[in-house]
């Protein structure tokens, strides 16, 4: 599968616990970026990744929220202290710029329910 | 104002019509228009892209871009029932270096009746 792949792609969780999800790109993509998209509305932007450089970070990212991409690989989004507003469906893109064009491709997605 | 407006729908076509989604933005800025169709629980899939004033048509699909008025539509020819989803308007601008984060519509659901 040459996709971009997320795990888990279901996740139940209580209120207050932590929860961390992964992202493995299209291997070729140097950039990678993640939004999360809740019931009747688009997805919404969280954060963004050059290689390994967390080059911007959303206000709807609070200090609860980190992620973070190793070695400019896979991502990893960790939410601390779950609350119920966190649950959302969390979903990962990765691209390559060439001549000027940037496609974002999307993986299938994590959805967290926060009970 | 919204940074992408879309009617949300449902708009609601027979097979075989054309299907007409429209999108405004409001930043004169953007630079790159997008629209990716997203099956109910499914990730968005990318339809079409479109760079510059005009047209540009793939297959059944046909983008259409005003940048003066600040529009972007999609048609869709000989409308079919799997053509039945949320179709959602991405725009792409630069701030300061070269950030591309696609900003989204709400998406406009489409059903085609057979």
């Known amino acids: 599968d040459t996709g971009v792949s997320q795990n888990p792609r279901h996740k139940i969780t209580k209120r207050g616990q932590n929860v961390t999800f992964r992202c493995d790109p299209i291997?070729?993509?140097?950039?990678l970026y993640w939004y999360r998209q809740t019931l009747g509305q688009g997805p919404e932007f969280l954060t963004y990744f050059q290689n390994e450089a967390q080059l911007e970070k959303s206000r709807l990212l609070s200090d609860r929220f980190s992620a973070e991409r190793p070695k400019g690989s896979f991502s990893t989004l960790e939410i601390q202290r779950t609350e119920q507003g966190d649950s959302a469906m969390y979903l990962c893109a990765s691209s390559l710029v060439r001549q000027g064009e940037n496609i974002q491709y999307f993986g299938a997605g994590t959805r967290l329910s926060v009970l | 104002q919204k940074e992408v407006e879309q009617n949300s729908g449902p708009l609601s076509v027979p097979e075989g019509a054309i299907a007409s989604l429209n999108c405004t933005y409001s930043?004169?800025?953007?630079?790159?228009f997008f629209w990716y169709r997203q099956y109910s629980g499914k990730s968005p899939e990318l339809i079409m892209s479109?760079?510059?004033?005009g047209d540009k048509e793939d297959g059944r699909f046909t983008a259409q871009l005003n940048k003066a008025s600040q529009y972007v539509s999609l048609l869709i020819r000989d409308s079919q029932p799997s053509d039945s989803a949320t179709y959602l308007c991405?725009?792409?601008?630069?701030?300061?270096?070269?950030?591309?984060?696609?900003?989204f519509g709400k998406g406009t659901l489409l059903t085609v009746n057979p």
């Open positions: 479109i760079y510059s004033n």
């Open positions: 930043d004169r800025g953007s630079q790159s």
């Open positions: 991405a725009v792409t601008r630069r701030s300061g270096g070269s950030n591309y984060k696609l900003t």
């Open positions: 291997s070729e993509h140097n950039r």
